[in-house]
């Protein structure tokens, strides 16, 4: 990847036999929510996903545990010709996670994530980890439908140690 701080890997594989699923779960949801596309989702792959995550996360970073307080909710993040919205607003997740997880379901071509100065491309079934610290946005490329999924672990070590900077 583009540095330490963010780790990129493909998880069709495990994930595809799901996707339609997950997806048909996503869709329902947004409907309930007034207030915005970024919304928990309950799925009953939930910790099938969070276990997925730790195992990619486990393998990319270095040594971690986790904190006795995490909540393991998943969030979708769902764009699609009902609300362009423009691209997303600059924001981190330092207040609740060590380590953040983005799962891309649907993707479109250039659709992107913008981290401080660069942008990574995300493809359907990538998976991005990075430290909760880090500032990003998502940059939607047309009004077809988007389906991100963020996880989020909360650890006993500092992200500077996770992710290898001392």
Known sequence: MT???IHKVNLKDKVFKISDELISECVPCKKNYDFGYSF???TKYKYYLYKTFYEECYKSL???????NNNFIIWCYFTNEEYRGGDG???NHSTSATI???LYLKTNEGDKIEFPNFCV?????DLLIFPGYLDHRPILSSTNTRIALNMELKCNEHE???F???
């Open 89 to 91: 607003v600059w924001h």
């Open 121 to 125: 491309e995300p493809k359907d079934y």
């Open 160 to 162: 500077h140690k996770i």
């Open 62 to 68: 270095k040594k971690f545990t986790l904190s006795d």
């Open 100 to 102: 953040n997880g983005v």
């Open 164 to 166: 290898g900077f001392y």
């Open 3 to 5: 540095s330490n701080l």
């Open 40 to 42: 928990e989702i309950s």
